[in-house]
């Protein structure tokens, strides 16, 4: 069955044009009144897989995963609010606020229960999405992400080693600075990300980092992405308001990385779930669908074939 036409089919980024990628199509939806844009391919009759990408990327960052996915699979990739060419509304981004979003896109477009594959701040989102709408999923898989309250560092470290990771956090929160510093900055900010997170310093080429950095400035881009930060708290609050009354029981697969931001995964998800394994991908940083597709796109298949 295909997927229902779009109420709100313009892009409301302007001056943005959508990368196409083959067998695949651009969506926008009305997400409880907040425009997302999607791009959808794969087999319609096939179990749904949504994906959510991350900081300072967009849906582009799973273009690698999704033909393979698309095999056996109906494909969904979203542009989180304020990435992308979705909407960047003002207001609150706690990862809660924005999983009611995500949800409500997923459903417009005509899927009722699906898996959910989310990266570094998608990966934010969909931890909270598992939490307040667990009865519509069938698995959740989090790559590399340090989750608020989860699985991200109480405090932020000092030594030089280990800094490089993480010091953005801190940054971030910064009222107005961030802003006055990266306007007009912006490629060399995200190239700086894509270069230093990943294992090769070469695994993103000039056209990709200006891809992410015309995104990141587009109409509120940088806003909107310092937001998930400056509302980290919150979110941190919200999961553990929501796992005081219970613990994830559906499947989770926690995905690491050789070189990436957080070692096991699975051992930082295991005390607020239920059923959670883990895999390392080696040979990767913290851009594992970019840098290892192959790897990632079989760790899904695998995922979902065992839990199905």
């Known amino acids: 069955m295909n997927a229902p036409e779009s109420p709100a089919p313009e892009n409301p980024v302007g001056g943005l044009p959508p990368h196409d990628l083959a067998g695949f199509a651009h969506r ?3 997400a409880d009144g907040v425009r997302l844009h999607a791009v959808e391919g794969g087999r319609p009759d096939g179990p749904a897989v949504v994906l959510l990408a991350g900081f300072p990327q967009t849906w582009w960052a799973w273009r690698k995963v999704m033909p393979g996915l698309a095999e056996r699979f109906r494909v969904i990739a979203v542009d989180l609010p304020g990435q992308g060419h979705s909407e960047r509304p003002y207001g609150s981004y706690d990862t809660h606020t924005v999983a009611a979003y995500v949800h409500a896109a997923v459903r417009a477009l005509g899927v009722s229960a699906y898996w959910l594959a989310a990266h570094d701040i998608g990966a934010w989102v969909a931890f909270s999405l598992a939490l307040k709408y667990e009865n519509r999923l069938r698995g959740l898989v989090l790559l590399d992400a340090g989750i608020p309250g989860i699985t991200l560092p109480a405090a932020v470290p000092t030594d030089p080693e280990a800094a490089w990771k993480t010091w953005h956090f801190a940054f971030h929160l910064v009222p107005e600075l961030p802003e006055t510093l990266l306007t007009g900055r912006e490629r060399e900010y995200v190239g700086w990300f894509l270069a230093a997170k990943a294992l090769a310093p070469d695994a993103f080429d000039d056209t990709e980092i200006e891809h992410y950095a015309a995104a990141f400035a587009a109409d509120g881009g940088i806003r909107a992405s310092l937001a998930y930060y400056r509302d980290a708290a919150a979110s941190a609050r919200k999961n553990h308001e929501a796992l005081d009354e219970r613990r994830l029981t559906l499947p989770v697969l926690g995905v ?36 290892q597709p192959d790897a990632v796109t079989a760790a899904i298949a695998g995922f979902i074939a065992d839990n199905d």
């Open 28 to 30: 926008w939806v009305d």
């Open 256 to 291: 690491s990385s050789s070189d990436g931001s957080i070692p096991d995964m699975a051992a930082s998800i295991r005390p607020w779930a239920d059923n959670a394994t883990g895999i390392v991908v080696p040979d990767a940083g913290h851009f594992i669908p970019d840098e």
